[in-house]
């Protein structure tokens, strides 16, 4: 059983006020390209999210080698994060099944997205784990917003592709709904984890891995 919750962080600091507004940036530009279409908007949201993992991955590791430090299992779950991601957005590819113009879509804004994230990081770590921790929770919005209307009958509940099947381990008769709430999930648990990060940041503690 699920035991989700729509959860928000407050903005009390100014890290946390930069970061809500550049989250709400992003969430303007997705608005304006897709407004209530559920299936494509996921897939540029996932394009989206599938950055930020691998991007601070990536420094993680840099900074690891520099001080000959170990990590004590950041790196993983980061790039764990960023493929739980990567799966979401080729689940959501065969459900919408793009044009090859929004796919060129998917590759400016991910294009763009690489290298806005790398200079946030690089900036401000904290930020950067925040403005995730507050796309997520966007995303879980969203997703919940998706849910409803397949459970009001206005999105049609399909079968499930069979990679979310595969990926989630479901059953071969599941549906759309199932899927969605398996991905909600998921980005309920990155939600979380982002802003325990950016916390941990601020008291100047690395976060234990956690699994």
Request: net charge negative; charged share 25%.
């Amino acid at each position: 059983m699920s035991n989700f919750k729509l959860t928000h962080r407050n903005t009390t600091k100014l890290s946390e006020h930069v970061a809500y507004k550049i989250t709400q940036f992003l969430k303007l530009i997705l608005n304006a390209f897709y407004g209530k279409k559920y299936a494509k908007r996921a897939v540029i949201l996932e394009t989206i999210a599938a950055v930020p993992g691998m991007v601070a991955g990536m420094f993680n590791h840099l900074k690891a080698l520099r001080k000959m430090k170990d990590d004590e299992g950041w790196i993983k779950e980061l790039l764990s994060e960023a493929e739980n991601e990567r799966m979401h957005l080729m689940i959501f590819l065969d459900i919408a099944k793009p044009s090859w113009i929004e796919r060129t879509l998917v590759f400016l804004g991910q294009a763009v997205f690489v290298v806005v994230y790398s200079i946030i990081y690089i900036f401000s770590s904290k930020i950067a784990h925040r403005v995730v921790g507050y796309f997520e929770e966007e995303a879980c919005k969203s997703y919940t917003e998706y849910l409803e209307k397949i459970e009001s009958g206005e999105v049609e509940n399909v079968s499930a592709p069979q990679i979310a099947i595969d990926y989630y381990q479901l059953s071969e008769d599941a549906l759309l709904h199932d899927v969605i709430l398996r991905i909600r999930d998921d980005e309920a648990k990155h939600r979380d984890r982002n802003h325990s990060f950016a916390d941990a940041y601020e008291s100047n503690e690395l976060p234990a891995h956690h699994l």
